[in-house]
């Protein structure tokens, strides 16, 4: 059977086909990688996720983590696969996956870092949070934290040997983050090594993996304001800074002190992900008192008031994290569905209703095909998406002029919003669509689909709501750097338009995958996408500018959920047609197996523009008439 | 704190505004009627659903039933307070809201029915459908069983002393009924009033309400076929029986006999629904003997062969049942919603950014609204349609000539496959914008939306999945009697456009609601949507005269789940057309709270015709180009 996690055929198209992972190779930064060592890598993944993580998936939802009495505070008991899992993935090296060789990383770079995560995501998304968590923990406190805070923190978390949350909302302040009231007060003694601490007070709500005896220390990323002269807290986000608070405090040799005041007050009880604990978190509230004083003890990160911004660096990557975790889990249940109708009989052929024949496998069943080819377009385009966003990681980071890293963080910064969203609402669409091509069965914990749909419902809420996403593409990255951002990444689409129109697919003699006529219309085929995506977009930046032409931001910024999804729609048509290219180009020369794959990636290409595509219209042109219906609607007519 | 349940302002608005339900009065089946006792009945629903139902209806959701072993077979346990409910339900003499006074009922109209149903259903699905599952199962048995079968069966079930249960799937037979196996041998012995009486055999799946302690009995309606005299079963639907099957044999005194041999197999474990036991039963199997022999005891029930015939009744009545569940549990999240949203402050106006000032309540965000009333858009548009359609049962029983009968008839059948699916995805997509207005908190189970979600996916699922009901529209209601179903209906909405041309909205000297410049506006956008609408409608027509004409059927049907999706969206907006006009035509001379409300209708009308109705130019497109990408699709392509 083939595994129902991710298909690695497809990872292999993606990665080697498409975005070139190999001429990263190049680099000097992964000069000692080629295609080898990734595919090592990515067997590992595949291997531990098949082995470790997915077996337990199920278990993990029907029997959720659960605070219990002990060591003089509340404590969460998770079911031991977690640990072996997490143990496994850690041993074998896979924490420090993208650091450097002498952080004992394996140094390797963004794009194939998030195939791995891809592997133990879809395999399991609540044991994975664990180690995401953790990984972008250390990834911030590498950039912005002090050598000390590096040493005593951020090694073990990369060792695997310390697990990392991340504290910002609070339960009158999500969305809002401005409204945070954990205070931070300067403590007079200074620490261990002489550094300045300070004690916080304050509750932190909707902490993932807030609380757990999964790894010896749990390192929490806390916002927090520093009270001013007077006492009381600058209102704004000016006024946030960033702190380091561990569970236990850490000696210079790394092993463990006393506890800190940070203890759980209470598990949030989930639809889905739920093998993920999920907390509120008291900070100073007085169950212990770390060295002999009250308040939780936390060390600053950077500079006073530059929390958010330190956090920005967690945040970004935190947003394609959610876009791949939404990509793989439609993913992971589109090959479930794939595998299901290809072995449930039921129905015949319209036009052979004989009922003393047998029954046909559903795949049979045009209106299934439509689902599972709905599923494909979505989760190849969500996970096309966020691969091509994590190449631009890469690039930014490594290309070799400053105007190509420059180029790329422009595309990064204007595509992380729709690589965040778009996933999160079209994977979901697969995930229910896997539930339907199931039938009754589907909608049964007996089967896995129905927690997919679950568990991938939190995407669009969390790292920024949807609605929040509109506001930053629309209200944000449209307008940065007099629309540089923007008009980098039109620049990409309009190069993407000039290359089909300069293509040609030519038949081989020594194979039959295509036949001169096959040819002509396969080029037809796409030239005409080719045309429809550079309509699309030109419509795109007429609107955009009919919506700031408004000179009024209630109206401008109104529908910016809706900008999102036409534009979203747009981009992944994009990508959709730069798959679509690679395949008619390595279609002629291909074998048996993978003419099949390529005609499924043309097929998907086709699905996306002759049936998703076409929605974005009337989209726009809601917006080009500056709707005002949400606008004006008031409470009381509700 | 206003109802969360349902809004009885809406209600009365639909019931007696809108589909002149007090008319009813005058139709000799009614003549006992009027608004009075149809407010009294929906008081007493009002009443037990908000005191009984919905506090419960997390409970039995965290506790689902489960199988228990006892008096020889499993057994199902389910938390008291669902018979405590259902126990007031029955006192209240609501199980025969709609029968006979002569059999103990209350002679109401369907639409009135079915408002009680709504309360019901909305406060708790998973309770209510023991109750309408035994109504549906009566209704079928009254209309195609013998008086024996009646006397026996439905007048308990009426009673309440009996429950009922549809028998239908089995494993391997879902959406195929032709391909069900369970055998009905006739019994050589008669049974205790002399009819004829058959052994059964086989397996019955997702049985709701199979097995529980709620009633005294368990009434099965089970689908089996009679062997033919070589033993074999009849290919195909002719073979298809009906048979009653209950639970414990009943003496002629309606005292109860012994166990007939109908056991729990096995309960499925659902996403949402949980509170209703769902059953894998076996019959025959041999665990208990009924009359010394086995099999178990059933009788048949109308003609042989005619089993599915006499299921139609209760299946297109079934339909209805989930589309109102669909857009009732749509309903009663959106209401959660809109407290939720009244009641959290969160973030501030995009102008004023201030962040020393107070947080807003979330409704204040343009975003959040838009939620809001697309929500509102979808629940009462499907409220609406579910309710249309049940004053059109009322029509085709009690209009005074056969024509109105018959054309009640016609657009009854044609709007069926549409009552029972655009509620079942819109309101789903409902319960999501009700989570996503909630944030993280919405994705708890501390909250309630989650639940709806999942209890509503089921409605996609169950009577009938979407694609089934995609081919009944397109394959056969638009065919049916040469087309004359299409044409009533087309007929209607010619109508509405026709009544909203000649309508104007006369601003009154003692009231504010409404200047001279607010009517003209009011009747240009009323204008503008009626257009709209009739524009969609003739692009419906063109393009099923385009399905039609490419002659082959595969190419007709491939896409008929568009189809039923683009159709329903018309249908929705010309049901919002309809409440509109009344609300313009209200508006002047209402009081300030229904001003308001009548606002509300006017906005989310003008929300479906602005946001919702141009998504369909796109699908009828789609249509029209006869689309094979879904059918060209090749499984060894995915």
């Known amino acids: 059977m083939q595994s129902t996690i991710l298909s690695r055929r497809d990872i292999a198209f993606m990665l080697y086909e498409w975005l070139d992972a190999q001429a990263l190779g190049q680099r000097a930064r992964f000069q000692d990688h080629n295609r080898e060592t990734f595919d090592a890598a990515i067997d590992t993944a595949e291997q531990i996720s098949t082995e470790l993580f997915a077996p337990h998936n199920k278990k993990s939802d029907q029997q959720e983590p659960h605070a219990i009495a002990g060591d003089g505070c509340l404590r969460v008991q998770i079911i031991p696969e977690v640990k072996t899992a997490l143990d496994a993935f850690s041993a074998a090296g896979l924490m420090a996956a993208g650091q450097d060789f002498e952080r004992d990383g394996m140094q390797l770079p963004t794009v194939v870092e998030k195939v791995l995560s891809a592997y133990f995501t879809a395999a399991n998304v609540s044991t994975a949070a664990y180690i995401f968590l953790t990984i972008s923990n250390a990834n911030t406190l590498l950039k912005h934290g002090s050598a000390l805070q590096v040493r005593r923190f951020v090694e073990p978390m990369f060792a695997g040997k310390f697990f990392g949350t991340m504290c910002l909302s609070e339960p009158q302040a999500g969305s809002s983050l401005s409204d945070i009231t954990t205070r931070a007060e300067p403590d007079p003694v200074a620490g261990p090594e002489g550094e300045r601490q300070f004690r916080l007070r304050g509750n932190k709500m909707w902490i993932s993996a807030g609380e757990h005896d999964l790894a010896g220390n749990i390192v929490h990323l806390v916002l927090a304001k520093i009270p001013g002269p007077d006492g009381k807290l600058v209102p704004g986000v000016k006024g946030i800074s960033l702190f380091v608070v561990p569970k236990f405090l850490v000696n210079d040799d790394g092993s463990l002190r006393e506890r800190n005041d940070v203890v759980l007050a209470g598990l949030n009880h989930k639809m889905g992900n739920r093998g993920t604990s999920n907390c509120l978190l008291n900070f100073g509230e007085g169950k212990f008192k770390p060295e002999g004083k009250g308040g939780a003890i936390g060390y600053l990160v950077g500079q006073p008031g530059q929390g958010l911004a330190c956090m920005f660096h967690m945040m970004n990557e935190a947003r394609i994290a959610v876009g791949l975790g939404a990509a793989v889990l439609g993913y992971t249940g589109y090959l479930h569905a794939l595998d299901y109708a290809r072995n449930r009989p039921q129905g015949r052929h319209p036009a052979q209703k004989d009922p003393a024949q047998p029954q046909l496998p559903i795949i049979e069943h045009t209106d299934v095909r439509r689902m599972l080819l709905a599923q494909k377009a979505y989760v190849e385009g969500g996970l096309g998406l966020v691969l091509y966003s994590a190449r631009l990681v890469d690039e930014q980071r490594t290309a070799e002029t400053p105007e190509a890293r420059e180029h790329a963080g422009r595309l990064l910064d204007f595509l992380t919003p729709i690589t965040k969203s ?69 620049g990409e689409l309009r190069k993407t338009v000039r290359k089909v129109r300069g293509s040609v697919a030519v038949p081989r003699e020594d194979s039959a995958n295509l036949t001169v006529a096959q040819a002509t219309q396969l080029m037809a085929d796409l030239t005409a996408h080719a045309a429809a995506l550079e309509a699309a977009w030109q419509r795109v930046e007429q609107v955009t500018q009919t919506l700031y032409a408004a000179g009024d931001m209630n109206k401008t910024l109104a529908n910016a959920s809706v900008y999102l999804e036409a534009v979203g729609h747009v981009v992944v048509a994009w990508i959709w047609l730069q798959q679509a290219l690679l395949a008619a180009s390595h279609l002629p020369g291909a074998s048996a197996d993978d003419a099949d794959f390529y005609r499924g990636k043309l097929q998907a290409c086709r699905y996306f523009f002759h049936w998703e595509l076409p929605k974005v219209e009337a989209q726009l042109a809601l917006l080009e008439s500056l709707d005002t219906t949400t606008l004006d609607m008031q409470d009381r007519w509700f």
């Not at 896995?448 to 930053?472: C, K, M, P, S, W």
């Not at 593409?473 to 039109?490: E, I, M, N, Y």
């Open 422 to 490: 778009w996933p999160s609402q079209w994977c979901v669409e697969a995930n229910s669509l896997a539930i339907q091509v199931h039938g009754g069965y589907g909608y049964t914990r007996e089967y896995n689909v129905e927690q997919f749909y679950r568990d991938n419902r939190l995407n669009a809420i969390h790292e920024g709501t949807h609605g929040i996403h509109g506001l930053d593409l629309l209200g944000r990255k449209v307008t940065l750097q007099d629309g540089a951002l923007f008009k980098s990444f039109a």
